[in-house]
Protein backbone atom coordinates (compact mmCIF):
# COMPACT_ATOMS: atom_id res chain seq x y z
CA UNK A 1 0.00 0.00 0.00
CA UNK A 2 1.14 3.76 -1.08
CA UNK A 3 2.16 5.78 1.94
CA UNK A 4 -0.80 8.41 1.85
CA UNK A 5 0.16 12.36 1.16
CA UNK A 6 -0.21 13.81 4.74
CA UNK A 7 -0.05 10.95 7.45
CA UNK A 8 2.09 11.40 10.31
CA UNK A 9 1.91 8.30 12.41
CA UNK A 10 2.03 9.17 15.71
CA UNK A 11 2.54 5.62 17.20
CA UNK A 12 5.09 3.55 15.04
CA UNK A 13 7.65 0.84 16.22
CA UNK A 14 11.16 1.98 16.59
CA UNK A 15 13.52 0.73 14.43
CA UNK A 16 17.55 0.35 14.06
CA UNK A 17 19.18 3.22 16.14
CA UNK A 18 22.68 5.56 14.75
CA UNK A 19 25.23 6.72 16.98
CA UNK A 20 26.35 10.14 16.87
CA UNK A 21 29.47 9.63 15.15
CA UNK A 22 26.98 9.41 11.93
CA UNK A 23 26.99 13.06 12.15
CA UNK A 24 30.86 13.15 12.04
CA UNK A 25 30.12 12.88 8.06
CA UNK A 26 27.44 15.42 7.60
CA UNK A 27 27.99 18.86 5.80
CA UNK A 28 26.61 21.22 8.00
CA UNK A 29 26.59 21.32 12.35
CA UNK A 30 24.01 20.48 15.06
CA UNK A 31 23.58 21.38 18.34
CA UNK A 32 22.89 19.43 21.42
CA UNK A 33 19.33 18.36 21.78
CA UNK A 34 16.99 16.92 24.45
CA UNK A 35 16.47 13.33 25.53
CA UNK A 36 13.80 11.93 23.45
CA UNK A 37 13.68 15.49 21.28
CA UNK A 38 11.44 14.64 18.18
CA UNK A 39 11.72 17.68 15.05
CA UNK A 40 9.45 17.37 11.96
CA UNK A 41 12.07 17.18 9.26
CA UNK A 42 11.75 17.76 5.01
CA UNK A 43 14.22 16.53 1.95
CA UNK A 44 14.46 14.35 -0.65
CA UNK A 45 15.06 11.05 -0.98
CA UNK A 46 18.79 10.77 -2.10
CA UNK A 47 18.85 6.89 -1.85
CA UNK A 48 17.63 3.79 -0.37
CA UNK A 49 19.42 1.11 1.00
CA UNK A 50 16.00 -1.42 2.16
CA UNK A 51 18.74 -4.20 3.54
CA UNK A 52 20.29 -1.64 5.47
CA UNK A 53 17.22 -0.02 6.18
CA UNK A 54 18.52 3.62 6.02
CA UNK A 55 18.03 6.02 3.14
CA UNK A 56 20.04 9.18 2.48
CA UNK A 57 18.01 12.34 2.60
CA UNK A 58 19.16 15.88 1.87
CA UNK A 59 16.82 17.95 3.75
CA UNK A 60 16.67 21.39 5.26
CA UNK A 61 17.52 23.08 8.47
CA UNK A 62 15.59 21.62 11.46
CA UNK A 63 15.77 25.05 13.75
CA UNK A 64 16.76 24.64 17.15
CA UNK A 65 19.00 21.53 16.18
CA UNK A 66 20.72 21.17 12.79
CA UNK A 67 21.68 23.23 9.89
CA UNK A 68 20.67 22.28 6.27
CA UNK A 69 22.61 18.82 5.22
CA UNK A 70 22.76 15.46 3.39
CA UNK A 71 23.11 12.81 5.55
CA UNK A 72 22.03 8.87 6.41
CA UNK A 73 19.07 8.14 8.59
CA UNK A 74 18.05 4.98 9.86
CA UNK A 75 13.86 4.23 8.67
CA UNK A 76 12.10 2.87 12.03
CA UNK A 77 9.13 1.22 9.97
CA UNK A 78 10.48 -1.65 7.79
CA UNK A 79 7.02 -1.23 5.88
CA UNK A 80 7.66 2.53 5.19
CA UNK A 81 11.43 1.84 3.69
CA UNK A 82 9.82 0.28 1.19
CA UNK A 83 7.56 2.41 -0.15
CA UNK A 84 10.87 4.72 -0.83
CA UNK A 85 12.64 5.78 -4.20
CA UNK A 86 15.29 8.06 -4.81
CA UNK A 87 13.76 11.86 -5.79
CA UNK A 88 10.80 11.57 -3.55
CA UNK A 89 10.28 14.29 -1.14
CA UNK A 90 9.22 13.05 2.08
CA UNK A 91 8.57 14.95 5.37
CA UNK A 92 9.15 13.00 8.27
CA UNK A 93 9.73 12.72 12.18
CA UNK A 94 13.36 12.75 13.71
CA UNK A 95 13.54 11.43 17.00
CA UNK A 96 16.94 11.34 18.92
CA UNK A 97 18.29 10.78 22.37
CA UNK A 98 21.09 12.53 24.14
CA UNK A 99 23.89 11.68 26.73
CA UNK A 100 26.95 13.25 28.00
CA UNK A 101 28.43 12.67 24.48
CA UNK A 102 26.21 14.68 22.80
CA UNK A 103 23.08 13.60 20.21
CA UNK A 104 22.31 9.78 19.52
CA UNK A 105 20.05 7.22 17.85
CA UNK A 106 18.55 9.44 15.53
CA UNK A 107 16.10 7.53 13.93
CA UNK A 108 13.72 8.42 11.29
CA UNK A 109 9.87 7.97 11.58
CA UNK A 110 6.27 8.98 10.44
CA UNK A 111 7.58 9.29 6.53
CA UNK A 112 5.53 10.75 4.51
CA UNK A 113 5.86 10.61 1.02
CA UNK A 114 4.49 14.44 -0.54
CA UNK A 115 6.23 14.58 -4.04
CA UNK A 116 6.58 10.97 -5.93
CA UNK A 117 9.46 10.67 -7.78
CA UNK A 118 7.73 8.86 -10.25
CA UNK A 119 4.70 10.71 -11.71
CA UNK A 120 2.84 7.64 -12.64
CA UNK A 121 2.46 6.83 -9.37
CA UNK A 122 -1.01 8.26 -7.75
CA UNK A 123 -1.44 8.43 -4.28
CA UNK A 124 -5.22 7.01 -3.34
CA UNK A 125 -6.38 9.97 -2.03
CA UNK A 126 -5.52 13.86 -3.33
CA UNK A 127 -4.95 15.87 -0.87
CA UNK A 128 -4.88 19.90 -1.71
CA UNK A 129 -3.03 22.10 -0.28
CA UNK A 130 -4.55 25.05 0.97
CA UNK A 131 -3.51 28.01 -1.43
CA UNK A 132 -3.86 32.60 -0.10
CA UNK A 133 -6.07 33.98 -2.03
CA UNK A 134 -8.07 31.08 -2.66
CA UNK A 135 -11.94 30.73 -0.86
CA UNK A 136 -12.16 27.91 1.94
CA UNK A 137 -15.60 25.91 1.30
CA UNK A 138 -17.98 26.09 3.88
CA UNK A 139 -18.01 23.01 5.94
CA UNK A 140 -20.36 22.51 8.27
CA UNK A 141 -19.04 21.50 12.09
CA UNK A 142 -20.80 20.90 15.31
CA UNK A 143 -19.43 22.79 18.33
CA UNK A 144 -19.03 22.59 21.98
CA UNK A 145 -22.18 23.94 22.68
CA UNK A 146 -24.12 20.83 20.77
CA UNK A 147 -24.70 23.82 17.74
CA UNK A 148 -24.79 23.65 14.38
CA UNK A 149 -22.14 25.99 12.92
CA UNK A 150 -20.45 26.40 8.98
CA UNK A 151 -17.76 28.78 8.39
CA UNK A 152 -19.08 31.04 6.27
CA UNK A 153 -20.91 32.20 9.31
CA UNK A 154 -17.13 33.93 10.36
CA UNK A 155 -17.21 36.32 7.27
CA UNK A 156 -16.21 39.47 8.27
CA UNK A 157 -13.59 38.09 11.10
CA UNK A 158 -10.67 36.82 10.93
CA UNK A 159 -10.22 32.83 11.59
CA UNK A 160 -7.33 31.26 13.06
CA UNK A 161 -8.09 27.38 12.20
CA UNK A 162 -6.18 24.47 13.54
CA UNK A 163 -6.74 20.75 13.32
CA UNK A 164 -6.58 18.62 16.72
CA UNK A 165 -8.15 15.66 18.46
CA UNK A 166 -8.52 15.57 22.03
CA UNK A 167 -6.83 12.53 22.89
CA UNK A 168 -3.32 12.90 21.03
CA UNK A 169 -0.49 11.67 23.27
CA UNK A 170 2.07 13.60 21.83
CA UNK A 171 2.85 17.13 23.34
CA UNK A 172 4.56 18.59 20.14
CA UNK A 173 1.26 17.43 17.78
CA UNK A 174 -2.16 18.23 18.82
CA UNK A 175 -1.30 19.41 22.47
CA UNK A 176 1.03 21.76 20.74
CA UNK A 177 -1.47 23.83 18.89
CA UNK A 178 -3.98 24.18 21.60
CA UNK A 179 -1.27 25.58 24.09
CA UNK A 180 -0.22 27.74 21.00
CA UNK A 181 -3.88 29.08 20.43
CA UNK A 182 -4.10 29.65 24.07
CA UNK A 183 -1.23 31.79 24.02
CA UNK A 184 -2.68 33.59 20.75
CA UNK A 185 -6.28 34.05 22.72
CA UNK A 186 -4.78 35.50 25.54
CA UNK A 187 -2.40 38.04 22.88
CA UNK A 188 -5.60 38.73 21.16
CA UNK A 189 -7.73 39.80 24.44
CA UNK A 190 -5.12 42.19 25.49
CA UNK A 191 -5.99 44.19 22.36
CA UNK A 192 -10.03 44.74 22.40
CA UNK A 193 -10.19 45.91 18.81
CA UNK A 194 -8.19 43.20 17.46
CA UNK A 195 -10.11 40.37 19.50
CA UNK A 196 -13.51 41.84 18.20
CA UNK A 197 -12.14 40.98 14.88
CA UNK A 198 -11.38 37.60 15.13
CA UNK A 199 -12.29 33.75 16.27
CA UNK A 200 -10.30 31.59 16.78
CA UNK A 201 -11.79 27.84 15.79
CA UNK A 202 -10.21 23.94 16.74
CA UNK A 203 -11.51 21.44 15.00
CA UNK A 204 -11.46 17.52 15.29
CA UNK A 205 -10.81 15.26 13.19
CA UNK A 206 -12.28 12.25 15.71
CA UNK A 207 -16.31 13.44 15.79
CA UNK A 208 -16.90 10.21 16.61
CA UNK A 209 -14.67 10.32 20.72
CA UNK A 210 -14.81 14.36 20.35
CA UNK A 211 -18.31 14.84 21.21
CA UNK A 212 -19.52 18.34 22.31
CA UNK A 213 -19.41 17.60 25.82
CA UNK A 214 -16.07 16.34 25.27
CA UNK A 215 -14.57 19.16 23.35
CA UNK A 216 -16.21 21.36 25.64
CA UNK A 217 -14.22 20.40 29.22
CA UNK A 218 -11.33 20.11 26.44
CA UNK A 219 -11.83 23.24 25.70
CA UNK A 220 -12.57 25.14 28.38
CA UNK A 221 -9.44 23.49 30.32
CA UNK A 222 -7.12 25.18 27.86
CA UNK A 223 -9.01 28.43 27.66
CA UNK A 224 -8.33 28.42 31.70
CA UNK A 225 -11.95 29.69 32.19
CA UNK A 226 -13.43 25.96 33.36
CA UNK A 227 -17.23 26.24 33.71
CA UNK A 228 -17.61 30.16 33.32
CA UNK A 229 -15.79 29.80 29.65
CA UNK A 230 -18.97 30.68 26.98
CA UNK A 231 -16.83 29.81 23.92
CA UNK A 232 -17.18 33.27 22.13
CA UNK A 233 -14.08 34.01 20.62
CA UNK A 234 -12.62 30.30 20.64
CA UNK A 235 -14.54 27.54 19.66
CA UNK A 236 -14.12 23.89 19.33
CA UNK A 237 -16.14 21.58 17.09
CA UNK A 238 -15.54 18.52 14.74
CA UNK A 239 -17.24 17.44 11.24
CA UNK A 240 -19.96 15.37 10.72
CA UNK A 241 -18.40 11.58 10.02
CA UNK A 242 -19.66 11.79 6.68
CA UNK A 243 -18.01 15.14 6.01
CA UNK A 244 -14.84 14.44 7.68
CA UNK A 245 -13.11 13.11 4.51
CA UNK A 246 -13.85 16.43 2.04
CA UNK A 247 -12.52 18.26 5.47
CA UNK A 248 -9.16 16.64 5.76
CA UNK A 249 -8.01 16.38 2.01
CA UNK A 250 -9.02 20.01 1.47
CA UNK A 251 -7.17 21.13 4.44
CA UNK A 252 -4.17 18.47 4.14
CA UNK A 253 -4.77 16.44 7.00
CA UNK A 254 -3.84 12.81 6.68
CA UNK A 255 -6.13 10.53 9.65
CA UNK A 256 -5.59 6.82 9.77
CA UNK A 257 -6.35 4.32 12.74
CA UNK A 258 -3.06 4.03 14.91
CA UNK A 259 -2.65 1.71 18.17
CA UNK A 260 -4.04 1.74 21.75
CA UNK A 261 -6.83 4.17 19.96
CA UNK A 262 -4.31 6.73 18.56
CA UNK A 263 -4.61 8.24 15.10
CA UNK A 264 -1.80 8.36 13.14
CA UNK A 265 -2.02 12.24 11.57
CA UNK A 266 -1.00 15.48 10.01
CA UNK A 267 -1.15 18.95 11.05
CA UNK A 268 -2.38 22.35 9.74
CA UNK A 269 -3.13 25.50 10.93
CA UNK A 270 -4.90 28.61 8.88
CA UNK A 271 -5.45 32.30 9.00
CA UNK A 272 -8.73 32.85 6.80
CA UNK A 273 -9.24 36.61 6.11
CA UNK A 274 -12.60 38.54 6.90
CA UNK A 275 -13.46 37.47 3.02
CA UNK A 276 -13.25 33.63 3.75
CA UNK A 277 -9.70 33.51 1.78
CA UNK A 278 -7.24 31.52 3.02
CA UNK A 279 -4.56 34.29 4.51
CA UNK A 280 -1.32 31.82 5.33
CA UNK A 281 -1.30 27.96 5.51
CA UNK A 282 1.03 25.94 8.27
CA UNK A 283 1.10 22.03 6.87
CA UNK A 284 3.35 21.09 10.43
CA UNK A 285 4.31 22.37 13.94
CA UNK A 286 6.81 24.73 13.42
CA UNK A 287 4.74 28.06 13.24
CA UNK A 288 5.10 30.69 15.93
CA UNK A 289 2.64 32.10 18.04
CA UNK A 290 4.40 35.57 16.68
CA UNK A 291 3.95 34.44 12.94
CA UNK A 292 0.17 33.95 13.17
CA UNK A 293 -0.18 37.17 15.17
CA UNK A 294 1.62 38.78 12.42
CA UNK A 295 -0.79 37.36 9.86
CA UNK A 296 -3.94 38.21 11.96
CA UNK A 297 -3.12 41.84 12.24
CA UNK A 298 -2.37 42.54 8.56
CA UNK A 299 -5.68 40.41 7.77
CA UNK A 300 -7.52 42.60 10.50
Known amino acids: MRLSRGLF ?9 VGVGALEGCHGKTVAAPAGKQYPIRGKVVSVDKTGNEIVLDHGAIPGFME ?12 AISELHPGDVISATLTMEEDAAGPKNL ?11 NP ?27 KNVDLKQY ?19 CPRMSHNFAQIDKALAGDKDLY ?17 KVLKSYGSAYTGKYVNE ?8 APPVSELPK ?27 KDGKVVAFWPTNDWTVEDVMAKIRGAA
Open 9 to 17: AVVLGLGMA
Open 68 to 79: AMTMSYPVADPA
Open 107 to 117: RLKDIVIVGEA
Open 120 to 146: NVKPTVQYHLPTPGEAVPDFKLLNQSD
Open 155 to 173: RGKVVVMTFIYTRCPLADY
Open 196 to 212: AKTHLLSVSFDPTYDTP
Open 230 to 237: TFQHWEFA
Open 247 to 273: MEQYFDVGVTPGESGTLQHSLSTLVIG
